[in-house]
């Protein structure tokens, strides 16, 4: 059984910094976890995803500012979000595929619940 718990968010000015984490319950080795957000009234977006080789995959509204990083031994993949802007808003969710890496949103299975991160400029 496979569970993604989300934890983190919260409300920040613009320019600042949060770190959301996912708790992976379930999962093994040779898995992508990613990171989506969805803003009110539009449409659910990938923000970044990481391979359990640690490779990492970004969109590019996010590159430079976001970091995703994987703790293996406490199964918990991590969003550093740095430099946050008002249109950061969002629902972020955890999401997860046995099999390498993509930020395909289709081949994500398991998904979280999600955590709001609201930025105010």
């Known amino acids: 059984q496979v569970q993604l718990v989300e934890s983190g968010g919260g409300s920040v000015q613009a320019g600042g910094s949060l770190r959301l984490s996912c708790v992976a319950f379930g999962v093994s080795s040779n898995w992508c976890m990613g990171w989506f957000r969805q803003a009110p009234e539009k449409g659910r977006e990938v923000v970044a995803a990481?391979?359990?080789?640690?490779?990492?995959a970004y969109a590019d509204s996010v590159k430079g500012r976001f970091t995703i990083s994987q703790d293996n031994a406490k199964n918990t993949v991590s969003l550093q979000m740095n430099s946050l802007k008002p249109e950061d808003t969002a629902m972020y969710y955890c999401?997860?595929?046995?099999?390498?890496?993509?930020?395909?949103?289709?081949?994500?299975?398991?998904w979280g619940q999600g955590t709001q991160v609201t930025v105010s400029s």
């Open positions: 990481i391979y359990t080789s640690g490779s990492t």
């Open positions: 999401a997860a595929y046995p099999g390498t890496c993509s930020l395909n949103e289709r081949r994500f299975i398991y």
